[in-house]
């Protein structure tokens, strides 16, 4: 088995705009079906360290312990190797990092300028990241307007935290005026994604009538999607609405 095909697992799910944790399931589940050994694989792939197609790759094995012993001092080195070279997925592994001093110092305004130029190559969640410092103030003045703008690119594009987020501006009115129609519609974008948390508010929609006809019953279908999903807060909502429909009958 040549590491070009784990390599290439990590890049389709990338490109997919897959989190880094399910890209770690991706490539686990892979390993496992086809019965390839991981510390073969990482042994192959430290051997050839020196081609730059493999420092990705390494670093990711690093950062979770994929045929090795977690490292996020040697992650950072492998992912700052790529950056160095301007892969866009190097850039934002290293914003990451610098976001959250995995492996290096924290720093925030250096997160933000990785961030910057991995979005402006077309980095699906490094676009994510960078309206969410805007967003937050995280490493630049808070700016809702040039936030939407960023959450409007990655959703569009079809990163599923940034299809929730852009419908929470919409349904909190930062950076645009309120529009519940159109944070249901993100709401049910991130949700077709899978977002536990995209599924949870598009309940509560149809349970508060935002943005569509209130329908209670199409509520709790949601919610108990949301539930299934992992979402901590659907059980405690359709508790209070079953609760609420039964005193309604009463």
Same mark, same amino acid.
């Given at each position: 088995?040549?590491?070009?095909?784990?390599?290439?697992?990590?890049?389709?799910?990338?490109?997919?705009?897959?989190?880094?944790?399910?890209?770690?399931?991706?490539?686990?589940?892979?390993?496992?079906?086809?019965?390839?050994?991981?510390?073969?694989?990482?042994?192959?792939?430290?051997?050839?360290?020196?081609?730059?197609?493999?420092?990705?790759?390494?670093?990711?094995?690093?950062?979770?312990?994929?045929?090795?012993?977690? /490292?996020?001092?040697?992650?950072?080195?492998?992912?700052?190797?790529?950056?160095?070279?301007?892969?866009?997925?190097?850039?934002?592994?290293?914003?990451?990092?610098?976001?959250?001093?995995?492996?290096?110092?924290?720093?925030?305004?250096?997160?933000?300028?990785?961030?910057?130029?991995?979005?402006?190559?077309?980095?699906?969640?490094?676009?994510?990241?960078?309206?969410?410092?805007? /967003?937050?103030?995280?490493?630049?003045?808070?700016?809702?307007?040039?936030?939407?703008?960023?959450?409007?690119?990655?959703?569009?594009?079809?990163?599923?935290?940034?299809?929730? /987020?852009?419908? /929470?501006?919409?349904?909190?009115?930062?950076?645009?005026?309120?529009?519940?129609?159109?944070?249901?519609?993100?709401?049910?974008?991130?949700?077709?994604?899978?977002?536990?948390?995209?599924?949870?508010?598009?309940?509560?929609?149809?349970?508060?009538?935002?943005?569509?006809?209130?329908?209670?019953?199409?509520?709790?279908?949601?919610?108990?999607?949301?539930?299934?999903?992992?979402?901590?807060?659907?059980?405690?909502?359709?508790?209070?609405?079953?609760?609420?429909?039964?005193?309604?009958?009463?």
């Amino acid at each position: 088995m040549h590491p070009n095909e784990v390599l290439n697992i990590v890049n389709e799910c990338n490109n997919n705009l897959l989190d880094d944790e399910a890209i770690v399931v991706h490539v686990n589940d892979w390993l496992s079906r086809n019965k390839y050994d991981s510390e073969e694989i990482f042994r192959v792939v430290r051997d050839q360290s020196s081609r730059i197609e493999y420092a990705i790759l390494l670093g990711f094995m690093y950062r979770w312990g994929i045929g090795t012993e977690i /490292d996020e001092i040697r992650a950072f080195a492998f992912y700052n190797k790529a950056a160095e070279t301007g892969i866009p997925l190097g850039l934002s592994e290293v914003g990451y990092c610098f976001l959250n001093g995995k492996g290096v110092y924290r720093d925030e305004e250096k997160a933000f300028s990785y961030f910057l130029r991995a979005a402006e190559l077309g980095n699906g969640f490094a676009q994510c990241s960078i309206a969410f410092c805007y /967003d937050q103030g995280i490493g630049v003045d808070r700016d809702y307007y040039k936030a939407l703008e960023w959450y409007i690119k990655s959703a569009t594009a079809g990163n599923a935290i940034a299809q929730h /987020d852009l419908a /929470d501006c919409y349904y909190r009115g930062l950076g645009t005026p309120v529009n519940q129609v159109l944070a249901l519609h993100w709401y049910r974008r991130s949700a077709e994604k899978g977002l536990a948390r995209g599924i949870y508010k598009v309940g509560n929609h149809y349970q508060e009538g935002l943005g569509a006809v209130q329908d209670l019953h199409e509520a709790i279908r949601w919610y108990r999607r949301s539930h299934q999903a992992g979402e901590t807060y659907a059980i405690y909502s359709l508790r209070l609405l079953f609760a609420h429909m039964k005193n309604d009958d009463l």
